[in-house]
């Protein structure tokens, strides 16, 4: 057992306690006052106790970045891939993945990369274990959409379709459209079908990676049609249509904030972006950035007038909520993982806060190791 004493603890929606985290194997077991037990005792005393910072999607462990030659982000051969599963190219080994803990990041969305139109089922996984099925929180977060120019070209360099905006839209209509319609005894077993009959009875939502106004618009047209539950990944043009999105259900993973990145080139409006999160579930992601994006742009967000608790929300229950586990990860809970970050100062506050313990599912990880 381990026990979390004396440090200032994180809840949801700003709440602050100075309480005590009693920790049995993977899991919290108790919150309160002055806790005892014969366990590992971890004096937080002058800390800031968070729950695991969450990074919602990301090719890392997937695109190894130690070992380009044998890297399985993509599933190129064709543009419709709902029946494949990035668990078995998630490798556990891949070294950024060991980088995570340094970032208070405890848990990351696993996703196929850009090529593909349909690119495959993406899971939620914790930063440490020996292989996926240790890793996993949920294996069932969503079915992944590339709604941006990457597709365009993959296929177009293949004379085949889609190679416009047009020819993507209609190809995933198409492909919804046959799942609706297409009965299970129908030419025997289809397994995309399958995989795509579970978004439209609203089992499994859909990651759309899309950046721009108009993208985002068509793809809001085929969820209305549909019916599907929608994510957005990127959308730096979401908060022009901030309405339309609260209306719809529509959430929110929201690209890199930081300077230089795809808010420069789509002339995104981070006030904007900031306001629409107030009526739209929103978190924040990153698109390119790396794992150090995410709290960089987390700390953009607050200089630009987000409040310091939202932000942390953004980085951890949001997230979780969006991700369809924010029963087990996200926010500091008896019953819930034990995912738990400790800083000797405010990491959205003070620049020259450092990270001294990270507890992914129980294990323990120390700045000094």
Same mark, same amino acid.
């Given at each position: 057992?381990?026990?979390?004493?004396?440090?200032?603890?994180?809840?949801?929606?700003?709440?602050?306690?100075?309480?005590?985290?009693?920790?049995?194997?993977?899991?919290?077991?108790?919150?309160?006052?002055?806790?005892?037990?014969?366990?590992?005792?971890?004096?937080?005393?002058?800390?800031?106790?968070?729950?695991?910072?969450?990074?919602?999607?990301?090719?890392?462990?997937?695109?190894?970045?130690?070992?380009?030659?044998?890297?399985?982000?993509?599933?190129?051969?064709?543009?419709?891939?709902?029946?494949?599963?990035?668990?078995?190219?998630?490798?556990?080994?891949?070294?950024?993945?060991?980088?995570?803990?340094?970032?208070?990041?405890?848990?990351?969305?696993?996703?196929?990369?850009?090529?593909?139109?349909?690119?495959?089922?993406?899971?939620?996984?914790?930063?440490?274990?020996?292989?996926?099925?240790?890793?996993?929180?949920?294996?069932?977060?969503?079915?992944?959409?590339?709604?941006?120019?990457?597709?365009?070209?993959?296929?177009?360099?293949?004379?085949?379709?889609?190679?416009?905006?047009?020819?993507?839209?209609?190809?995933?209509?198409?492909?919804?459209?046959?799942?609706?319609?297409?009965?299970?005894?129908?030419?025997?077993?289809?397994?995309?079908?399958?995989?795509?009959?579970?978004?439209?009875?609203?089992?499994?939502?859909?990651?759309?990676?899309?950046?721009?106004?108009?993208?985002?618009?068509?793809?809001?047209?085929?969820?209305?049609?549909?019916?599907?539950?929608?994510?957005?990944?990127?959308?730096?043009?979401?908060?022009?249509?901030?309405?339309?999105?609260?209306?719809?259900?529509?959430?929110?993973?929201?690209?890199?904030?930081?300077?230089?990145?795809?808010?420069?080139?789509?002339?995104?409006?981070?006030?904007?972006?900031? @306001?629409?999160?107030?009526?739209?579930?929103?978190?924040?992601?990153?698109?390119?950035?790396?794992?150090?994006?995410?709290?960089?742009?987390?700390?953009?967000?607050?200089?630009?007038?987000?409040?310091?608790?939202?932000?942390?929300?953004?980085?951890?229950?949001?997230?979780? @909520?969006?991700?369809?586990?924010?029963?087990?990860?996200?926010?500091?809970?008896?019953?819930?993982?034990?995912?738990?970050?400790?800083?000797?100062?405010?990491?959205?506050?003070?620049?020259?806060?450092?990270?001294?313990?990270?507890?992914?599912?129980?294990?323990?990880?120390?700045?000094?190791?």
């Amino acid at each position: 057992m381990i026990l979390v004493k004396n440090g200032t603890v994180h809840f949801p929606k700003g709440e602050e306690r100075n309480v005590d985290i009693l920790i049995d194997g993977e899991k919290i077991v108790e919150i309160g006052d002055n806790l005892t037990a014969g366990a590992q005792c971890i004096d937080a005393s002058g800390c800031e106790v968070f729950p695991g910072f969450i990074l919602p999607a990301t090719s890392v462990g997937v695109y190894n970045y130690a070992d380009l030659a044998h890297t399985d982000s993509d599933e190129k051969s064709g543009p419709v891939n709902p029946d494949i599963h990035v668990r078995y190219s998630l490798d556990p080994t891949e070294v950024r993945i060991q980088g995570y803990e340094r970032h208070g990041i405890t848990a990351f969305g696993a996703v196929p990369n850009d090529s593909a139109l349909i690119a495959g089922q993406t899971g939620v996984y914790h930063t440490s274990g020996r292989t996926t099925s240790e890793m996993a929180v949920s294996e069932d977060a969503a079915l992944k959409v590339n709604f941006i120019p990457s597709v365009k070209r993959t296929f177009a360099s293949r004379d085949m379709m889609p190679m416009t905006r047009m020819g993507m839209a209609s190809m995933l209509r198409n492909e919804l459209k046959k799942a609706s319609l297409k009965k299970a005894d129908d030419a025997g077993y289809d397994p995309g079908r399958e995989v795509l009959k579970r978004v439209l009875d609203k089992e499994l939502p859909i990651l759309c990676n899309v950046r721009e106004r108009f993208d985002i618009e068509t793809i809001l047209e085929i969820q209305k049609e549909f019916g599907f539950r929608l994510i957005l990944m990127g959308a730096y043009q979401a908060d022009t249509l901030r309405d339309k999105l609260q209306k719809a259900g529509v959430s929110v993973l929201l690209g890199d904030l930081i300077d230089g990145s795809f808010v420069t080139y789509y002339d995104a409006d981070i006030l904007g972006l900031l @306001e629409m999160s107030k009526k739209v579930l929103t978190a924040f992601a990153n698109n390119g950035s790396g794992y150090e994006g995410l709290l960089w742009s987390a700390e953009k967000a607050v200089r630009n007038g987000l409040k310091v608790e939202q932000a942390v929300d953004m980085l951890s229950i949001n997230t979780a @909520e969006i991700l369809g586990a924010a029963d087990k990860i996200g926010s500091i809970e008896a019953g819930k993982y034990a995912d738990i970050s400790i800083w000797d100062g405010h990491p959205l506050k003070t620049y020259d806060a450092h990270i001294n313990v990270c507890i992914t599912a129980g294990k323990v990880w120390r700045a000094e190791e």
